[in-house]
């Protein structure tokens, strides 16, 4: 698990959004004119002020408290040169400084200037003898992630780099720097990536990391517009590595190009199913011929609780039988399953509703969230969803039922009849919080719904 997750001494900057800067800070109260003078000048002066950096670091003259920082979180706040150097005679300064998040420091900040940031926060990292984690989401960084090559070593154990700009390039770097700098085997726990342009090359050099790294737990590779070869690499080298993965996210990313990337998946998921708790799989275009090559490896993870698979190209429910299967019969441990924009319809419903009563009839535990959103669900279909649902969390063996706002069903061609009588079903059984929002439609053709389901979900 990551070190964050126990209780550490931090210095923290975040609050309201600003810029630091060294010298006395623009007033707030400046006239638009002289707003969009600075915006397009040297100094960029975002909408909320300019704050001083003397002020902000004031903390950490005091060097006892400086000696004691174990986390430093700098969000939210946007760091001119002058400040950047400011802070990091500070932070050469302490040497137990486990965690860094510089999430979103070079925001509003010109590109010339960036630059010589991120290379004043590189150096001041190298070295730091119990450094374990750098969250550095939501910068430009790409393939200036170069400059932090000796920052990149076996000893951290998280490293996040989400919304960065992280090409092909950028991740070969990173590839190669912490093979290159070890010490082997790597110490990497977390390993995240989101929402770039790294496409398959890059997806093909993070491969390469995942037979050094032994102990990872935490593997996102999400939105980085992989075609199939990535996302192959990726899986083979998953099943080939077997690490002790407890989430995998490959959402956003092709399965389509040809089967063998499913048959991949699939052998990743035989693999990696004994530590698997969470799988997130949303919007990969598996389509109804990759559910049929992968319900073997899913059916294999006896401990998944998690399990997002929203958008996945169907076009009904009723096409994937296999997946209907291993819902019904298989995942005993299952307690949050997400469809969205899964198309359930008329034809889906049924089968789903299936699986629903198999699940309780095979005595699985309640589920705390059930996703149904834009599912194109009119209310004949939720008619008969409604009752299964019902039977499934009563027959489970009862408990808590699901989490606040934890039964989604917005978005779906439900009348108002339909959720005034659900909202009053839960609102009957004293459980309003565990039904999330539902916005009605313009479906004049609904059906009114039998109170048969209202005892059922009453006494879950």
Partial sequence: MAQSATRLVEFSLVGPRGKLVTETPKSKKESKEESLVAGNGDRVHNTHGEVSAQEMFAPLNDPNYLQSIQKINLATKSFTLPATKL???????????????????????????????????????????????????????????????????????????????????????????????????????????????????????????????????????????????????????????????????????SFTEDTDVSGSLNSALLVLAPTLRRLTLKSICIGKDGFGLIHEGLRSCLHLEVLEFDDSDVDDFSEVPEFAEVLADAL???????????????????????????????????LRVLNLRNNGIPDSAFAALLPSIAAMQQTSGGGPGFNDGGLQLDDNLLSQSSI?????????????????????????????????????????
């Fill in 87 to 253: 802070l990091c005679e500070k932070i050469r300064q302490m040497h137990n400084l486990v965690v860094v998040d510089m999430s979103d420091t070079i925001s509003g900040i010109m590109a010339n200037e960036a630059e010589p940031v991120l290379k004043e926060f590189a150096k001041a990292f190298e070295g730091l003898p119990n450094l374990r984690e750098i969250h550095c989401n939501r910068n430009a960084i790409g393939p200036r992630v170069s400059y932090f090559e000796k920052v990149w070593t076996g000893q951290l154990t998280a490293v996040t780099l989400t919304v960065t700009g992280m090409s092909a390039l950028a991740c070969q770097i990173l590839a190669q720097a912490f093979i290159k700098n070890g010490p082997l085997p790597l110490q990497l726990r977390t390993l995240h990536f989101a929402e770039s342009t790294s496409d398959s090359g890059g997806a093909i050099a993070i491969s390469t990391m995942f037979e050094h790294c032994p102990f990872l737990e935490d593997f996102r590779m999400a939105s980085v517009r992989s075609a199939s070869d990535g996302m192959e690499a990726i899986c083979n080298q998953l099943a080939s590595a077997a690490p002790p993965l407890r989430a995998l996210d490959l959402s956003d990313n």
């Fill in 332 to 366: 005993p441990e299952l307690r949050e399953l997400s469809l969205g924009e899964f198309f359930v319809d008329d034809s889906g419903a049924h089968s789903l509703a299936e699986s629903f009563r198999s699940r309780g009839n095979h005595r699985r535990p309640c």
């Fill in 420 to 460: 005034t009588y659900v909202t009053n079903l839960f609102a009957a059984a004293n459980r309003s919080q565990e039904l999330a929002p539902i916005a009605s439609s313009d479906n004049p053709g609904g059906v009114t719904i039998t109170s048969a389901p209202l005892l059922s979900l009453i006494h879950i």
